[in-house]
């Protein structure tokens, strides 16, 4: 079965800290590819304690998309589980360049249990399993940032990560569903994140089969993200709903 899982929505400092949602990163099982997106904080607990159970070892590789700690943290607990402690070479790292050089949040000694490392740049195209996967622009987040746009046999899936809205962000993401990062309400000019403003133009602009708005901070918990989403729903006419913690999406059944 095809399907997305949300292991945590928490974003943004005090939520992840605090653990008001869980942290942990999206869980993708697609074409007979297995990939985990961003294992931040508790990802290693999150994916043993699934039901179903998700075993790290049966992954094909991890996606980062920055190295912020609310994104990376079980990164290399995750290697070591994914490679059965490093007896088993196998799996493939994509990360933006800052995330291996000068301070990087990839252990040196833990990349050699890997099959490769593969470095994500702006306009690169990636393939892993049997999926295919782009990151087309680089995101305005203080550290290198992309998203993702993911190209399965009969369904495609945008990540719009962490960033601050820029005019054209959303010709870069133009798939079947699209999950947005949204910390805010509304855009504050300091803040490097999605608000939920940013998402409903983009979502005005592209009309995707299906919306799904995660990785909230305490601005949007407090403001009941599953209110906000059925409130874009009626306003814009397209399906949005909130991520929640352990939620899983069928990608088989009809959108
Ligand atoms: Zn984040």
């Known amino acids: 079965m095809d399907n997305l899982k949300f292991l945590g929505t928490a974003g943004a400092r005090f939520v992840v800290i605090k653990q008001l949602r869980k942290s942990g990163g999206i869980w993708l099982n697609l074409d ?5 997106i961003d294992p931040g ?11 179903p159970k998700l075993n790290p070892y049966d992954l094909d590789g991890v996606i980062l998309t920055h190295r912020h700690i609310d994104h990376s943290n079980d990164i290399n607990i995750i290697i070591e589980a994914m490679t059965n402690g490093g007896f088993k070479k196998k799996g493939l790292i994509f990360a933006p360049s800052d995330a ?7 252990l040196k000694y833990i990349r050699n249990h ?25 995101h ?17 899936i945008s990540l719009i990560t962490d960033t601050k809205y820029f005019d054209d962000i959303y010709s870069y993401y133009n798939s079947d569903i699209l999950i947005f990062n949204v910390v805010l309400r509304e855009s504050k000019e ?27 901070g305490m601005n949007m918990i407090r403001a009941k993200p599953w209110e906000i989403a059925e409130s874009l729903s009626n306003k814009i006419g ?3 709903i909130a991520a929640t913690d352990g939620m899983s999406i069928d990608l088989d059944k009809k959108l």
């Open 32 to 36: 007979e590819t297995k990939i985990l």
């Open 41 to 51: 904080p508790g990802s290693l607990v999150r994916c043993l304690n699934s039901k």
């Open 100 to 106: 291996l050089y000068d301070d990087p949040v990839i």
């Open 114 to 138: 890997v099959e490769k490392i593969i470095i994500l740049k702006e306009k690169g195209e990636y393939k892993i399993g049997n999926i295919k996967f782009s990151t087309p622009v680089k």
């Open 140 to 156: 305005i987040h203080g550290v290198e940032t992309y998203g993702l746009n993911i190209f399965g046999k009969n369904i495609t």
């Open 190 to 216: 300091h803040i490097m994140h999605l608000s939920i403003k940013d998402v409903e133009k983009i979502i005005k602009k592209n009309k995707p089969k299906l919306s799904i708005i995660t990785h909230f």
């Open 238 to 240: 397209v399906k949005v």
